[in-house]
């Protein structure tokens, strides 16, 4: 079964409002959690870097105020698109890394969020 | 030039065919990452390799650090094998960057 689980897997909201995806590591601690973004038949783009208790680190050109992280616990990470817009209209995923030396230091994303802003 | 940079980007083979796609990079790294990506979007890790050559099933994966390049390899293709294959590197920590994908398609 998935070891990083990611909710909703669809969502459709109205431009202007605000919508939470969640992304948790089912069996192990994640003190890091990474978002990304992909836009159709492009490569998955790194939005954020989640770490545990403390502020996200963004990368450039991506907006902190409409792309809010919050990783308040070792298991659960959460990104909040605020006043979306059609152009946000995006597949979302995350993943997580299980540092763990009986789990070979595997990557595992979650299952992805498909987000429709009409 | 991207910094990881797959080939080919699109490929047809016919069931039972054997398959190679191919990965260069251009950054020092510590670990090379082969992930699978379904049409719903879900990505599995297929393998991580700083080194050598991993086998899981029909797949193999090799990487050669001096030449900064990886193949991954599928044995007698099937067409569940139908999906966009994705290599990235990590040159530390669990930051990723990602190769472009190559689609595969694999016919009965």
């Known amino acids: 079964g998935a070891v990083v689980s990611q909710h909703p897997s669809r969502v459709i909201c109205k431009s202007g409002t605000s919508v939470k995806i969640e992304c948790r590591s089912l069996?192990?601690?994640?003190?890091?959690m990474f978002w990304y973004r992909q836009f159709p038949k492009q490569s998955l783009m790194l939005m954020a870097t989640?770490?545990?208790?403390?502020?996200?680190?963004?990368e450039q050109g991506v907006e902190k105020d409409k792309f809010l992280i919050n990783h308040a616990s070792l298991t659960l990470s959460t990104l909040t698109v605020t006043s979306a817009h059609p152009e946000d209209s995006s597949f979302y995923i995350c993943?997580?890394?299980?540092?763990?030396?009986?789990?070979?230091?595997?990557?595992?994303f979650g299952e992805g969020s498909w987000l429709t802003v009409v | 030039k991207n910094e990881v940079e797959q080939s080919p980007q699109n490929l047809t083979a016919q069931e039972g065919e054997f398959i190679t796609i191919n990965c260069s990079y251009s950054?020092?790294?510590?670990?090379l990452h082969w992930l699978q990506q379904h049409p719903g979007g879900g990505i599995v890790s297929l393998f991580m390799?700083?080194?050598g050559k991993k086998k899981h099933g029909r797949l193999i994966a090799t990487i050669n650090i001096q030449e900064k390049h990886s193949s991954l390899h599928i044995t007698a293709s099937h067409p569940r094998d139908s999906a966009v294959y994705i290599c990235?590197?990590?040159?530390?920590?669990?930051?990723?960057?990602f190769g472009e994908g190559t689609q595969l398609t694999v016919n009965p």
């Open positions: 069996d192990f601690q994640a003190t890091t």
């Open positions: 950054v020092g790294i510590s670990a």
């Open positions: 993943s997580a890394r299980d540092w763990a030396e009986y789990s070979g230091n595997t990557i595992y």
């Open positions: 989640s770490n545990e208790g403390s502020k996200a680190t963004y």
């Open positions: 390799l700083s080194s």
């Open positions: 990235a590197v990590g040159s530390g920590g669990s930051r990723l960057t």
